[in-house]
């Protein structure tokens, strides 16, 4: 019998011993190479491309994703840079244009060098993904909710068309994690998380996962991984491993905080506009909502005026101003000269990242503190 979600954060799909000391937390392979007693039956190598903390990890990822396997990188951006690594000169890419600024950055600066296409595209609207489709399109990519601005993509629905015009579909699926969405049963071909953020939990370290469920891409992805050498390193695949035992409780929780904060927010006098794909009035509520079982932790506000802005992210105390977002600890980003500043600025003036919005991701500390503290930097 598979063992439920919750089971499956601590134990992965198997509960056995890793070692003959029958250590009850994984222990820390760090060691960059394995000895050999015969030729041929190496079970593990080299660290850059196997170790026995990595793939614990590995499993229990791929486990909660629903997927075959999972590749565990040394960043969210290195598994998105080695997802674009399949692309060939002449290939073209078409991505969502809200997409985490360093995706962004990637795509139209280094996969553009690199002789690919890309084009950016409202994914909330299928039509105008049916529109730009090429014969030469070989890899669909969005986010949702999407970064910052918490649009919603119908996945299914890009799954089709991508597969209709012979490309794959890779979802970014960081903000919501498996605890509340899973985007290779509706379809996706690939799924990527920064697992710098609610996977590993507790603000402590930088990882990334491309998850897979196909054996061909599998093997084409492991031989990336292992070429290009990003992978992740045992202690932080151990910090992420240990990030994952909570990951369905600090999920709920952490939502639980988010909603009663977004209500807040959208009665506060110096609020224009709250962003939180939980609210019934967004735009992309009924596609989550069936795609989805949840509505996650991220928030993001528009202020009254752009010293409010700069002024909360000064006075905020319990909160920490920072970029970043899926941990414990409570953190408010300025979208304009942080994650986002690097977005040319027709595409930012387009999607409305102005100097009015802030990006809330919602901690675990006590909501009614949480609020107090916004209260007060929001003053005028
Ligand atoms: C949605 C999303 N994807 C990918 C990344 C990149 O991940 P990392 O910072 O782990 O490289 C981020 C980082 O903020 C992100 O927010």
Same mark, same amino acid.
């Given at each position: ?66 997927? &075959? ?55 909330? &609207? +299928? ?17 949702? +909710? ?13 799954? &089709? ?26 379809? =996706? ?77 959208? *009665? ?38 752009? =010293? ?35 977005? +040319?600025?027709?595409?930012? *003036? ?8 802030? *990006? ?21």
């Amino acid at each position: 019998m598979k063992w439920d979600f919750d089971t499956r954060c601590i134990h992965g799909e198997a509960h056995a011993w890793a070692d003959g000391a029958r250590s009850v937390s994984f222990p820390i392979y760090q060691t960059a190479t394995f000895g050999h007693s015969m030729i041929g039956h190496e079970q593990f190598n080299y660290t850059r491309q196997d170790n026995p903390t990595r793939q614990q990890l590995e499993e229990v990822v791929a486990s909660l994703e629903e997927a &075959d396997s999972a590749i565990a990188f040394s960043s969210g951006m290195a598994a998105i840079a080695a997802l674009t690594e399949i692309l060939r000169p002449g290939d073209h890419l078409v991505c969502g244009e809200d997409l985490y600024g360093g995706t962004t950055r990637l795509f139209s600066q280094i996969c553009e060098k690199n002789g690919v296409t890309v084009s950016f595209v409202d994914t909330t &609207d +299928p039509a105008k993904l049916e529109e730009a489709m090429r014969p030469s399109t070989r890899l669909v990519h969005v986010e949702t +909710p999407s970064n910052p601005m918490m649009t919603v993509t119908d996945i299914r629905a890009c799954a &089709d068309i991508a597969h209709a015009h012979g490309a794959l579909l890779s979802v970014d699926n960081t903000f919501l994690s498996p605890v509340f969405q899973r985007p290779l049963t509706l379809g =996706a071909d690939a799924v990527l998380h920064s697992g710098s953020k609610y996977l590993s939990g507790h603000n402590d370290t930088i990882a990334g996962f491309l998850v897979l469920n196909d054996r061909d891409l599998t093997e084409r992805f492991r031989l990336i991984a292992k070429t290009i050498g990003a992978a992740l390193a045992p202690f932080d695949s151990w910090l992420v491993l240990r990030g994952l035992k909570t990951l369905h409780v600090r999920m709920q929780r952490q939502q639980e905080n988010a909603r009663f904060l977004a209500h807040a927010l959208q *009665r506060h006098p110096a609020v224009r506009e709250v962003l939180y794909i939980g609210l019934p009035e967004m735009p992309g509520y009924a596609v989550n909502r069936r795609q989805t079982s949840g509505t996650g932790a991220m928030i993001s506000f528009r202020v009254r005026d752009e =010293a409010t802005a700069r002024r909360a992210l000064e006075r905020v105390r319990l909160i920490t101003f920072a970029e970043s977002l899926g941990g414990t600890e409570s953190l408010l980003t300025y979208p304009l000269t942080q994650t986002h500043c690097e977005v +040319p600025e027709a595409l930012r *003036r387009k999607l409305r990242i102005d100097g009015t919005l802030l *990006r809330l991701s919602v901690g675990l500390e006590n909501a009614e503190d949480l609020l107090a503290d916004l209260t007060q930097a929001l003053e005028a």
